[in-house]
């Protein structure tokens, strides 16, 4: 095959997925775009290559971004395939990477379908053993599933963690509070008195019994703890107005996401919610220009907006709007012992969905030096390479004390030079996703060997790693 071969786009099934999410049959969607649909019945079933003509038409008329569209088979599907099929009861099957990524192409729902399937059955698996761990101990009630945690991720991947439909409601919400003219703090507590009768105090922690927010309905009050910083109070004040005057919106755009069951649904909204918080407090139009001229400087924009640094990364994997994108960020948030608690951006870069991050990538240099942030060039077993930026956040604890996480803040590395924060080398590390998932044959850090290779064992070799595998 030639290097004109090669490079030939074969997306049936992603427009075909982006047709049946508009709602539009072929011939609406084909003359939305310009072609006969006929053409486009071809396109569909990968008999013709998508052209630079229709990615552009595709751009113009449903505002999609061409550079997602024409990237391979999503990062994150892969992963999940790859994590499944490498599971033993599924060893059987023998698919290759390259089956998989052709699988996760053309079959893009069936794929996820499948990935979802086995994140139920392993979590199936892990409560079963839970449970007669317990039930050995004595009865107690059944823990909660983390599978609605992975369904809301999923779906907010799924939008690229952008919701226009919200942004236009937080601007809305901006202007009749009049923030722009009252300032911020003022002008919330202003319109929350105004609108809803309501004012805001805050209480010390032993009045707030645990909690950093409760809104009052009977006293009309918005109880804030005193444990909350400046920029906490502000935002759970803007989150505040935004479930109190945005439900509807907040109603539609979980609707429309079509979760499985209402827990999943009520998780979902919470999170749109604090998105559109975040939104009332961080304009996007203002706060996409500022990141250009900080360089995606999460620290900076923090002081100019008067917000914590997590918000301010926070808010960076939102800047997907068409016309003014900023930089694809991914984010995670990781506890000192090694759980993310917190990740946006399966779309940049594939998570895995358990058993433990990299020990080779140093996050936790941010827990040694939580004063600075800690800027470096990781690269996966695939060749793809990606800068992070992790820097140590506090979190008040009910009772007293803060708890200490890292927030890591990362993109690919051809976007390097959009970014102010440079790794110290020029150097990459060599990561993987998780030991499950990486193969490196050389890493005298693993933990596990990887589900996809057999054990060797060598009783007179004693290799660098603590695995050896076929």
Known sequence: MDAGQQEKLYAGARLRRLRRELGLSQAEFAETVGISASY???????QRPVTARVLLALAESHDVDVRAFAAESDRQTVSDLTEAL??????????????????????PRAAEAMARLFQAYREAQGNAAELASRLADGP??????????????????NAQNHFPQLEDAADALREAARLDDLGRTQGMHDYLRRQHGAAVRVYDDSVMAGTLRRFDFHARKLLLSELLSPAGKDFQTAL???????????DAVTARAALPDPVTARLLRANLAGYTA???????????????????????????????????????????????R?????????????????????????FARSGGGCPRWPV??????????HTHTVELSDGTQYVSVTRAVTRPLPGGGAALQAVVLGCEAKHAARLAQQPASSASIGIGL?????????????????????????????????????
């Open 86 to 107: 490498g599971d033993p009861v599924l060893k059987g099957a023998e698919l290759d990477q390259r089956d998989i990524s052709e699988l996760a192409d053309a079959h």
């Open 326 to 350: 900023g930089v694809p960020f991914f984010l995670m948030r990781i506890d000192q012992a090694g759980n993310v608690t917190k990740r946006f951006g399966g779309g940049v870069i594939p």
């Open 40 to 46: 486009l019945t071809l396109l569909e079933r990968n």
């Open 240 to 250: 505040t107005m935004v479930l109190l005057d945005c439900a509807d919106v907040l």
């Open 364 to 373: 936790h240099d941010a827990f040694r030096m939580p004063e600075r942030s």
């Open 434 to 470: 998780t030991c499950r998932l990486c193969e490196r044959v050389d890493c005298a850090q693993r933990a596990f060997p990887p589900l996809q290779r057999s054990l060797k064992i060598e009783p007179h070799t004693r290799p660098v790693a603590p695995f050896a595998f076929s």
């Open 278 to 324: 975040a939104a009332l407090l961080m304009p996007y139009d203002s706060f996409h220009q500022a990141a250009e001229g900080t360089g995606y400087d999460a620290e900076a924009l923090s002081y100019r907006f008067g917000i914590s640094y997590e918000q301010a990364a926070h808010r960076l994997t939102t800047l997907n709007r068409p016309s003014r």
């Open 140 to 157: 107690s009630a059944p823990t909660g599933s983390l599978l609605p945690l992975e369904t809301v991720r999923d779906a907010l991947d």
